[in-house]
T-cell receptor, first 116, second 113 residues
Framework: QQQVKQSPQSLIVQKGGISIINCAYENTAFDYFPWYQQFPGKGPALLIAIRPDVSEKKEGRFTISFNKSAKQFSLHIMDSQPGDSATYFCAASTRISSGSARQLTFGSGTQLTVLP | KAGVTQTPRYLIKTRGQQVTLSCSPISGHRSVSWYQQTPGQGLQFLFEYFSETQRNKGNFPGRFSGRQFSNSRSEMNVSTLELGDSALYLC????????????FGPGTRLTVL
């Protein structure tokens, strides 16, 4: 129930195209859904995040679409650029059973390549 | 503010040895989490420390342990290394234990021969 399933595993997009990465979850206790971007040799960096009380959040070229009833959320990268080539991880967070601590569960990652 | 720093960046050990990795969180952050990243398993949660106490633990064997010091710096230790322990070990910090946003360091690449 703690799993977050991410697809596709890899994605190749032409410059200027739209990149779409999808994630699905089972645990309805998840209440925070961030996306992380990771470049080779670096740690993941928070890109954008959404809470389940909204269906969409946009920041520049990056948009999260959230479907609470389907328990799915996706990342859309508009006008994709070669500099966007990286690994993208979706994640979901919930409060753990004891205390106020929260735990992030990550998807398996998507290797995005944007061709020039 | 300086980001999360991890030392060493690269480490090569042999089976059966033990290793200690270090993490310095962002100044003012008191919560430190550790993750193991491998191509096959992705990012897996190891444990989280806050105020020198382990608050949460993932599904890893007891060979994996950690601690946090009064200045919020954290160390993780892996004893009796196995080939399967080869991975990128990531540390992440956040201001409090109930904060969702985590800030990751660059990781320590551990290779077990």
């Amino acid at each position: 129930q703690q799993q977050v399933k991410q697809s596709p595993q890899s994605l190749i997009v032409q410059k200027g195209g739209i990149s779409i990465i999808n994630c699905a979850y089972e645990n309805t206790a998840f209440d925070y859904f961030p996306w992380y971007q990771q470049f080779p040799g670096k740690g993941p960096a928070l890109l954008i995040a959404i809470r389940p009380d909204v269906s969409e959040k946009k920041e520049g070229r990056f948009t999260i679409s959230f479907n609470k009833s389907a328990k799915q959320f996706s990342l859309h990268i508009m006008d994709s650029q070669p500099g966007d080539s990286a690994t993208y991880f979706c994640a979901a967070s919930t409060r753990i059973s004891s205390g106020s601590a929260r735990q992030l569960t990550f998807g398996s990652g998507t290797q995005l390549t944007v061709l020039p | 503010k300086a980001g999360v720093t991890q030392t060493p960046r690269y480490l090569i050990k042999t089976r059966g040895q033990q290793v200690t990795l270090s993490c310095s969180p962002i100044s003012g952050h008191r919560s430190v989490s550790w993750y193991q990243q491998t191509p096959g398993q992705g990012l897996q949660f190891l444990f989280e420390y806050f105020s020198e106490t382990q608050r949460n633990k993932g599904n890893f064997p007891g060979r994996f342990s950690g601690r946090q010091f009064s200045n919020s710096r954290s160390e993780m230790n892996v004893s009796t290394l196995e080939l399967g322990d080869s991975a990128l070990y990531l540390c992440a910090s956040s201001p409090r234990v109930d904060t969702d946003t985590q800030y990751f360091g660059p990781g320590t690449r551990l290779t077990v021969l």
